[in-house]
Nanobody
Framework: QVQLVESGGGLVQAGGSLRLSCAAS????????MGWFRQGSGKEREFVAA????????WFADSVKGRFTISRDNAKNTVYLQMNSLKPEDTAVYYCAADRSIARITEVDGCDYWGQGTQVTVSS
């Protein structure tokens, strides 16, 4: 079992930055690949970024490549999403997710564990 709690969301102007954190409970955090997803109002949830258990490999949605980075600190049971050059279209609730399968960590319907989400609002 993994419990996930996101933090760091808020209101920011376009062009600004935010860093989201996702704290995980449990002693097996380092065994899980971690992902970030988002869901805008009236939209379907979509993949944003993912990172392998050891931090060696990362993946990003085309819409955030070059602006967002994902990292993790296994000693702190935490995964981060650094978001730079934010745009109004990045406005969404951001969720972190955990799964032991690389194949599933980028899939909206695939991840085993989800946090409750944190709101990010980017004003123009």
């Amino acid at each position: 079992q993994v419990q996930l709690v996101e933090s760091g969301g808020g209101l920011v102007q376009a062009g600004g930055s935010l860093r989201l954190s996702c704290a995980a409970s449990g002693r097996t955090f380092s065994r899980y690949h971690m992902g970030w997803f988002r869901q805008g109002s009236g939209k379907e949830r979509e993949f944003v970024a993912a990172i392998t258990w050891n931090g060696v490999s990362t993946w990003f949605a085309d819409s955030v490549k070059g602006r967002f980075t994902i990292s993790r600190d296994n000693a702190k049971n935490t995964v981060y999403l650094q978001m730079n050059s934010l745009k109004p279209e990045d406005t969404a609730v951001y969720y972190c997710a955990a799964d032991r399968s690389i194949a599933r960590i980028t899939e909206v319907d695939g991840c085993d564990y989800w946090g409750q989400g944190t709101q990010v609002t980017v004003s123009s």
